[in-house]
């Protein structure tokens, strides 16, 4: 473990997070760690949009969310930031860890997307190992990372694969789940396979869901994913 000074007095200016009011407007102003903050200076993100500002400090309270916010409102962020701070807060980082975080995505596109900027995010210092899981390898060649891998970006069909298949491959020390696009994941036919990897999922973690729309079926994959939720709504332009 490293920087457990650091680490406690993020601890601490976390957990005095003012969850009441629009008190934080730029990245600048949250607790988080030097190499998050350098990543998202080095990327020329400075104001948090919308939907950032409302989820980002409720998930870094580790609270779960439900979040509806329309296409281009910077969703992506609002779910890596506190993601990552989350498992470097935890330590939960490195080799030896496990996997702490899982994200299911749509499409492969869409996961691809979501690695590139985790990428961008996370070059200046961290030192997470981060994963695909889309399809495209041979299942053995994808296989051989997940063992290693502390953070997955994965399309549903693909990751209940190797849930059923890969024997050595565990979900146990699973912190966060992170459902993006969860309304086109319905779309695309995927509640079953979702269903199912949220069973192999220990109860006690994380959840974000996001979701460009709301609609009955969202509400019924929050209910079944999501533990007390916080909802954040989104309609303005940001
Ligand atoms: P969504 O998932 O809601 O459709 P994205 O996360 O893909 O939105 O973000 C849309 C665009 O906005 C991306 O090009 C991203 O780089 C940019 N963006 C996200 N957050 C910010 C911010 N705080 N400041 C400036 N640009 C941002
Ligand atoms: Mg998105």
Redesign the pocket.
């Known amino acids: 473990k490293r920087d457990d000074v650091d680490v406690e007095k993020l601890e601490q200016a976390v957990a005095e997070l003012d969850l009441q009011n629009g008190s934080y407007k730029d990245?600048t102003d949250l607790p988080l760690s030097d190499p998050t903050k350098q990543g998202l200076k080095s990327s020329h993100?400075?104001?948090?949009?919308d939907?950032?500002a409302k989820a980002i400090p409720l998930a870094l309270k580790g609270h779960d969310i439900l979040a509806a916010?329309?296409?281009?409102?910077?969703?992506?962020?609002a779910f890596l930031i506190p993601m990552l701070e989350n498992l470097y807060r935890l330590q939960h980082i490195g080799p030896d860890a496990g996997l702490g975080a899982l994200v299911i995505s749509p499409t492969r596109e869409l996961a691809i997307?979501i690695f590139d900027?985790l990428c961008k995010l996370g070059r200046h210092g961290h030192m997470f190992a981060a994963g695909l899981i889309i399809g495209g390898k041979s299942l053995e060649a994808e296989r051989q990372a997940l063992s290693r891998m502390n953070i997955l970006i994965a399309t549903p069909g693909r990751l209940l694969q190797h849930l059923s298949q890969t024997v050595a491959f565990n979900m146990d020390d699973l912190k966060m789940l992170v459902l993006d696009e969860a309304d086109r994941i319905l779309d695309m036919g995927f509640q079953k396979d979702v269903d199912a990897i949220i069973e192999y999922l220990p109860k006690e973690r994380q959840t974000m869901l996001f979701s460009?729309t709301q609609s009955r079926k969202v509400k019924d994959l929050a209910r079944l994913s999501l533990q007390d939720p916080e909802y954040i709504s989104v309609h303005a332009e940001d």
């Open positions: 990245f993100f400075a104001v948090m949009t939907v950032q916010a329309k296409t281009g409102s910077g969703k992506t962020l997307q900027v460009a």
